[in-house]
């Protein structure tokens, strides 16, 4: 995108999150739902297709400019980039990475315009750290593919209007060489969504249970066609690293706000007749923060970039993923420790930003797991014993 136009989107984003979006935080919190005016309001700013190809109605940004918007959308509370992340990422991604151009052409414009709203069914009970274990099956019934399983955690799946759904296609195949990616529309017969999940934190954003029992689709549903039989794994984990370098953003734009909170916290609350910003524990506690926000932003604007030329696929997103998943998590603490006994208490920012910053460390893959896929990839062979 031209430097001028991306500016200007910079700034419609930012006026958008903290004039329209902030002000909402503690109703979207209270009532666990995005007012119905900023889901539209989003849709018109193009917020539903920012990462996908302009040539399918999407605004087409690189992973640099894409981690500059979500440092804007992450000064809020990430339920809203959650509205549309999937549409955009892992959802849209599987298309974008794996799709035929006829299945491009139907979903993708439809997708980045808002119509139609995408979740990611990878996850199972049994196979999260590592869904090369997925046990979700699809057969070949004549000319259709029947599929049988169950996913959890699924983010927006109560909303869904389309699951891109990660199934066995071949039982015999190593694990990572038998799975296939289907599109399944909802409202499909056999596909149920549970009730959805009461959380800890990040309340409107909603995640499901979804579960398949005999689900027909036809064979123009299985992502890349014949070609993208028993390639679903290798879809998943490009869309996945795209993820990673996309939710690392938004956590470095929640540890800004983090750390506004803290800096005007402690500018204007006192104790024994001092604004406790004058003590230097506080102070400590608050340059520990700018510290790690500012590491924090660096290591993602770094990721991106390699990411976009193409060098670092892999070492890259994981290492932006784990530090600021950590990163964002200390600045948390921080602040509900400088906010002492009022940042304990519901309806204080900093209260709700802790309980949305945990999920950081589980979800688009733990910490440890990013540990393990980083030391793997230095170590080589090594790394096996």
Known sequence: MDAADFSAVLSEVRRFVRDRVVPLEAEIDEKDEMPADIRETAKKMGLFGFALPEQYGGLGLSMLEEAQLMFELGYTTPSLRSMFGTNNGIAGHVLMVGGTEEQKAHWLPRIASGEVLASFALTEPEAGSDPSTLTTKAHLDGDDWVINGAKRYITN???????????????????????????????????????????????????????????????????????????????????????????????????????????????????????????????????????????????????????????????????????????????????????????????????????????FRIYEGTSQIQQVIIAKALLGAAARG
């Open 157 to 359: 799946a109560p909303l869904a209007d389309v699951f891109m759904v990660f199934a066995r296609t071949d039982p015999d195949a190593p694990r990572t060489r038998g799975i296939s990616t289907f599109l399944v529309p909802a409202g499909t017969p056999g596909l149920t969504v549970a009730p959805k999940d009461h959380k800890m934190g990040q309340f409107g954003a909603w995640t499901a249970d979804v579960y398949f029992d005999d689900v027909r689709v036809p064979a123009s549903a299985l992502v890349g066609g014949e070609d993208g039989l028993n390639r679903g794994f290798g879809t998943a984990m490009g869309c996945i690293a795209h993820g990673r370098v996309h939710i690392s953003a938004l956590m470095v734009g929640m540890a800004e706000r983090l750390v506004d909170e803290s800096v005007a916290y402690a500018s204007t609350r006192k104790q024994s007749g001092k604004t406790i910003g004058s003590f230097q524990l506080v102070q400590g506690l608050i340059a520990d923060s700018q510290t790690d926000y500012y590491a924090g932003r660096a290591t993602v604007l770094e990721a991106a970039r390699a990411f976009d030329a193409g060098t670092d696929t892999k070492i890259g997103p994981s290492c932006t993923k784990y530090f600021a998943s950590e990163m964002v998590w200390r600045v948390a603490d921080r602040a509900v420790q400088i906010h002492g006994g009022a940042g304990y208490m519901r309806g204080v920012a900093v209260e709700r930003f802790y309980r949305d910053a945990r999920l």
